[in-house]
């Protein structure tokens, strides 16, 4: 049954659900990946390059004077990344948790944490790319769901402009997620605070994370970040949609207008300013390459979860009305927007199987349902191997791999 409550959006009850599953992911991580990092592989902690250095630095700085160097700089790289790990399980679930129920909940932090994708954003060398941004994307999404337009115009727009300080590869991204925002203004002139809110906000933000990085960043490694043409890109467009809204009501065609010509202007300024943000660092290569170019079982991994995710948000989309209705609406098209993005960096694909999340643990507790009906062994046997898959697409092909190796 689909729900909203409205009540404490972080009871004790929804906390301990998420801690329980996220110790668990947390002991495995540390049992299998960080107990043989050796010191040598880690990076230089003697400074910060870009906002995401802060809390890893900010952290092994609180270690150095009480643990070896080696060991400051993996504690700080596990400490930081398991509670990105934390933030976004806390995210994921809260989503099902207000809209699905508390079964939901705890299945959208578990298929979260088990999603291969989703663990490699958060180890130790994607900690800069992918780990704050996932936490940013399932942020800006958590929004969507407010019932104040204004305060969760600012949410968001501060959640996209993090994203984008992180790195503009997100710039697609929020793009989407300010379409859905657009669309919003475009079906009722009232909800247009959503996307007047955000803007300001984005530019507000972005405007003091530049001025901030800038100051804390050594200047030479200050690139794939937001830029001056960028800043006024935002602002622009904020005053402009700011402005359009102090004409309401307008007939809707000029609306449509008005907000598409601040659109196309502002993506091709963004355009003009260079590429969206590809990495051109060598340890990031393969990770950044199209999906196509990626093996069978990356494409598997990357591409049947968020599929799956997609048509799960359409379907609760069918199911709901009223704002739950356009609200899983949103969900479906600002996910589908991360599985193209993937597309063309895989990366991305770790942001899209995050999204994922929440819709597919609805499914999954769906096809659960239909599987314990069934009487006949063999279809349930079957069907639970399908679930296995929707989980984790990928794991047949790394089982025939390991068994022909032994």
């Not at 643990?67 to 790289?77: D, P, Q, R």
């Not at 925002?181 to 009232?190: C, E, H, I």
């Not at 804390?216 to 622009?236: D, E, K, Q, R, W």
């Not at 993937?342 to 499914?363: E, H, K, N, T, Y």
Request: some cysteine; hydrophobic content about 60%.
């Amino acid at each position: 049954m689909l729900v909203d409550r409205r009540r404490n959006a972080f009871p004790i009850e929804f906390i301990a659900r998420v801690a329980i599953a996220w110790s668990l992911v947390a002991t495995v991580l540390v049992a299998v990946h960080w107990s043989d990092m050796g010191g040598a592989t880690l990076p230089s902690f003697d400074g910060v390059d870009r906002l995401v250095d802060v809390p890893i630095w900010l952290v092994h700085a609180a270690l150095s004077p009480f643990v070896a160097a080696a060991n400051a700089k993996l504690m700080a790289l596990a400490i930081v990344s398991l509670s990105a790990l934390l933030c976004a399980m806390m995210l994921v679930a809260r989503i099902a948790w207000r809209l699905m129920g508390d079964e939901e909940a705890s299945l959208a932090a578990l298929v979260m944490a088990i999603s291969i994708p989703v663990m490699f954003g958060l180890a130790s060398e994607r900690i800069d790319f992918l780990a704050w941004q996932i936490v940013c994307v399932l942020t800006a999404v958590n929004a969507l769901m407010s019932r104040q337009p204004r305060i969760a115009g600012i949410g968001l727009g501060v959640s996209c402009a993090v994203l984008l300080a992180i790195s503009t590869d997100g710039l697609l991204l929020v793009a989407a997620i300010f379409g859905v925002l657009a669309l919003r203004w475009l079906r009722d002139r009232n909800a247009r605070d959503w996307l007047v809110s955000a803007s300001q906000s984005l530019a507000i933000a972005s405007g003091a994370l530049y001025a901030l990085t800038f100051l804390l960043a050594n200047p030479a490694n200050y690139s794939g970040t937001v830029s001056l043409l960028h800043l006024g890109v935002f602002a622009a467009s904020a005053v402009a949609l700011t402005a359009l809204s102090k004409l309401e009501p307008i007939p809707p065609a000029m609306r449509l207008g008005g907000i598409g010509l601040v659109f196309l202007g502002s993506a091709g300024a963004v355009l003009f300013a260079g590429p969206l943000g590809l990495a051109d660092d060598q340890a990031a290569t393969n990770a950044g390459l199209p999906i196509w170019n990626q093996g069978f079982a990356t494409i598997l991994q990357y591409g049947v979860t968020p599929i799956i995710g997609v048509i799960a948000a359409m379907n609760l989309a069918q199911s709901s009305r009223d704002w739950l209705r356009r609200f899983w609406g949103d969900y479906a098209i600002i996910l589908g927007a991360a599985l193209l993005v993937s597309v063309l960096d895989a990366r991305f694909g770790a942001i899209a199987c995050a999204l994922a999340a929440a819709p597919l643990a609805w499914q999954v507790r769906h096809w659960l349902r239909a599987i314990r009906n069934m009487k006949r062994p063999a279809p349930r046997v079957l069907a639970t191997m399908g679930v296995v898959f929707a989980l984790l697409p990928a794991l047949p092909m790394i089982a025939l791999s390991a068994a022909a190796q032994v």
